[in-house]
Every structure is written in C-alpha cells, then in structure tokens.
C-alpha cells in the first residue's frame, strides 16, 4: 500500500528472472510477496504505465519495466504525460 513496496516489487521483476518469468506467467504469482493495494495491482496487471508512473513508480524503475513489455519510448512517454 505504498509506492515503496510497489517500486520494490518492479525493482525485483526487473532484476531477478526467476521471478520475471513468474510475472510473466500470471502476475497475480508474484503480489504475495508485496503489500500492494487494489489500483496498484489494477495498473501492474493492465501494464497501465502511467498509473504506475503516478502511483509513485520512478522512470529509472518503470522504462526498463515498460521496455520488458515492448513498449516504444514515445508510447511510453505518452503514457506517463497523461494527467487523471
């Protein structure tokens, strides 16, 4: 429930590829391990990068996340330029 265990758990998909490949099997495997609330597992499980972006997820945590799921660079931009 706080943009700390959400940037840890990206920070954990990012680096770790055991648990990448959980994440990228069904990524509902990995939320046990992180205190997330309910919009923040809404926005990992729709790739939403921009509610993650501002959710509190930083750019050196999501654009590596985002270039995992294919993402171009000004889809990715976009995505966290939008307001809500």
């Given at each position: 429930?706080?943009?700390?265990?959400?940037?840890?758990?990206?920070?954990?998909?990012?680096?770790?590829?055991a648990?990448?490949?959980?994440?990228?099997?069904?990524?509902?495997?990995v939320?046990?391990?992180?205190?997330?609330?309910?919009?923040?597992?809404?926005?990992?499980?729709?790739?939403?990068?921009?509610?993650?972006?501002?959710?509190?997820?930083?750019?050196?945590?999501?654009?590596?996340?985002?270039?995992?799921?294919?993402?171009?660079?000004?889809?990715?931009?976009?995505?966290?330029?939008?307001?809500?």
């Amino acid at each position: 429930m706080s943009a700390y265990s959400l940037q840890k758990m990206i920070r954990d998909i990012n680096r770790d590829p055991a648990l990448r490949e959980r994440y990228f099997s069904d990524a509902r495997q990995v939320f046990p391990g992180y205190e997330l609330s309910e919009a923040e597992r809404e926005a990992v499980l729709a790739r939403d990068f921009g509610a993650l972006y501002r959710l509190g997820v930083h750019g050196l945590l999501l654009r590596p996340f985002s270039i995992m799921h294919q993402v171009s660079e000004p889809d990715y931009l976009s995505a966290i330029r939008q307001r809500s």
